[in-house]
């Protein structure tokens, strides 16, 4: 569960103790309780905001957080996030918003630009090599969108 939602069950809590304390057996406490209830519950259904791959995928070249499963040679299986974003295989290299470069995919004589081929791609923001085009080869299972970013008190978007 993610903190948000930890922080308002933890908000809902308290303000359930105070009313049963209050109002000893009012409605109020059990429209809290039933509140409780209810985020607990979406919380559940929704996973914590992951999507599985096999309902959608992300629009093309947004980067989202991704879980991939990457299976060891002794049979465990192990779970990466990281962020990455999806390509359907019909974006051209000259028109993508990300840097690609020695990428394999097929040529576009009119453009004279690769194709980017379909599937996920690591987005590396501090690596010292300046390669942003390195393919996911672990089975992506799920991906959520990212957070909007920090901002300071008072700061607009």
């Known amino acids: 569960m993610n903190e948000f939602i930890e922080k308002l069950i933890e908000r809902l809590e308290e303000l359930e103790t105070y009313a049963f304390t209050k109002y000893p057996g009012g409605s ?9 209830e209810i985020v607990k519950s ?28 990457r299976k ?3 049979g465990t299986v192990k779970y990466i996030i990281t962020t990455a ?3 359907d295989g019909t974006v051209l290299e000259n028109d993508s918003c990300w840097n690609w470069e020695c990428i394999d995919g097929e040529w576009n004589e009119e453009e004279e630009c690769y194709i980017i081929p379909e599937g996920w ?6 690596n010292g090599y300046d390669e942003f085009n390195n393919a996911v080869d672990d089975e ?4 959520q969108l990212l957070p909007k970013p920090y901002r300071e008190k008072g700061e607009k978007e």
């Not at 109020?28 to 409780?36: F, G, L």
């Not at 979406?42 to 499963?69: K, Q």
């Open 28 to 36: 109020s406490h059990r429209a809290y309780s039933n509140s409780i």
């Open 72 to 74: 060891w040679r002794d």
């Open 121 to 126: 791609w690591e987005n590396k923001h501090y």
């Open 42 to 69: 979406l919380a559940a259904e929704y996973n914590d905001g992951w999507i599985p791959c096999s309902e959608r995928l992300p629009t093309v070249e947004t980067e989202v957080l991704i879980v991939a499963t």
């Open 85 to 87: 974003m999806y390509e």
């Open 140 to 143: 992506v299972i799920a991906w």
